[in-house]
């Protein structure tokens, strides 16, 4: 089992900024890839970034790219999403994923409210 446990979300201004954390721990070997999403009250979750352990090479949704940066600390086993000229619109709950092969995993999540 992998245990992922987010922190950073709060109340912001709209242009402000916030930073995610996500803390990974248990069998954490063999997670190849992990990600943000986020799920807005009365809409689907969407995925916003992905990055691979290995490279680290990453993935944006067109809705954040350029104002969202994801990294990870191999080291920390931490992943974490620096989200820059925030916007009303992402106002949603943010999850921390980890794939394993054949399995996936989620965090509880962290609130991130934008506001105008």
């Known amino acids: 089992q992998v245990q992922l446990v987010e922190s950073g979300g709060g109340l912001v201004q709209a242009g402000g900024s916030l930073r995610l954390s996500c803390a990974a721990s248990?069998?954490?070997?063999?997670?190849?890839?992990m990600g943000w999403s986020r799920q807005a009250p009365g809409k689907q979750r969407e995925l916003v970034a992905t990055?691979?352990?290995?490279?680290?090479?990453?993935n944006y949704a067109d809705s954040v790219k350029g104002r969202f940066i994801i990294s990870r600390d191999n080291a920390k086993n931490t992943m974490y999403l620096q989200m820059n000229s925030l916007k009303p619109d992402d106002t949603a709950v943010y999850y921390c994923?980890?794939?394993?092969?054949?399995?996936?995993?989620w965090g509880r999540g962290t609130q991130v409210t934008v506001r105008s």
């Open positions: 994923s980890a794939d394993r092969p054949l399995q996936k995993y």
């Open positions: 248990g069998s954490i070997y063999m997670i190849n890839t």
């Open positions: 990055i691979t352990t290995s490279t680290g090479s990453t």
